[in-house]
């Protein structure tokens, strides 16, 4: 892939890293409408059931209007990071690469969050670090309904239906359950550890085009 423009989301899906590590440079939407139920504020891990949904709580305007992303801010009157930090612990703490990253990922749950786009961005910038993703970025200056580069803000859909021809690996969870695929980035990280920048190079994400 050439330029792939995203939106930033919490704690990115597989996919949506894979599309990033396969691209010549990403550009982050930053310009365009809060929007429900999507990866904006939301995340899949593994669970002993299945998968376990991380929902980070907003504040919503008042008035009911749209909001922007950029404007969107964080509910920290719930304890979320916090209890965020915790399903993670006790969802991979025995899988073979958590303790390799823990001390990168522990501030993002104990520094207050502002707006969401900013933490999700931060997140990013950690998770390139964790990967070893060295692709260009850059954000949006308006909002285009038809961009010019190839356009995959369609993988924060938290709802979508497209299965992606993902390949399997190991799961600390695996006896548990079947096969989990498009878990959040930190799924692969956990299970894979270094192996998973060439994992997500790897994959077939022809789906996309």
């Known amino acids: 892939m050439k330029t792939v423009l995203v939106h930033p989301t919490y704690f990115p899906s597989i996919v949506q890293m894979a599309a990033?590590?396969?691209a010549e440079?990403?550009?982050?939407?930053?310009?365009?409408?809060?929007?429900?139920?999507?990866?904006?504020?939301?995340?899949y891990i593994a669970h002993t059931n299945g998968k376990l949904l991380l929902?980070?709580?907003?504040?919503?305007?008042?008035?009911?209007?749209?909001?922007?992303?950029?404007?969107?801010?964080?509910?920290n009157a719930f304890p979320w990071q916090k209890e965020h930090w915790r399903s993670i612990q006790n969802a991979y703490r025995t899988?073979?690469?958590f303790e390799f990253y823990e001390d990168d990922l522990a501030p993002l749950f104990q520094t207050p969050?502002?707006?969401?786009?900013?933490?999700?961005?931060?997140?990013?910038?950690v998770l390139a670090e964790m990967v070893g993703l060295?692709?260009?970025?850059?954000k949006t200056t308006t909002y285009e309904v038809s961009p010019n580069v190839t356009d995959l803000r369609n993988l924060a859909i938290?709802?979508?239906k497209i299965v992606y021809p993902l390949d399997t690996y190991t799961q600390v969870l695996g006896a548990h359950h079947e096969w989990l695929p498009n878990l959040s980035i930190l799924d692969l990280l956990f299970n894979e550890g270094p192996n998973a920048l060439l994992y997500l190079e790897s994959q077939d994400l022809s789906l996309l085009a």
Not at 25 to 43: D, H, I, L, S
């Open 55 to 75: 929902n980070v709580p907003v504040k919503h305007s008042k008035d009911k209007t749209r909001q922007k992303m950029s404007e969107v801010v964080a509910e």
């Open 134 to 138: 060295q692709v260009p970025a850059s």
């Open 158 to 160: 938290a709802k979508s």
């Open 113 to 125: 969050v502002t707006t969401i786009l900013n933490f999700n961005l931060a997140i990013y910038d």
């Open 25 to 43: 440079a990403v550009v982050f939407e930053v310009c365009g409408n809060y929007q429900k139920q999507t990866y904006r504020n939301r995340c």
């Open 95 to 97: 899988s073979p690469f």
């Open 20 to 22: 990033l590590a396969q």
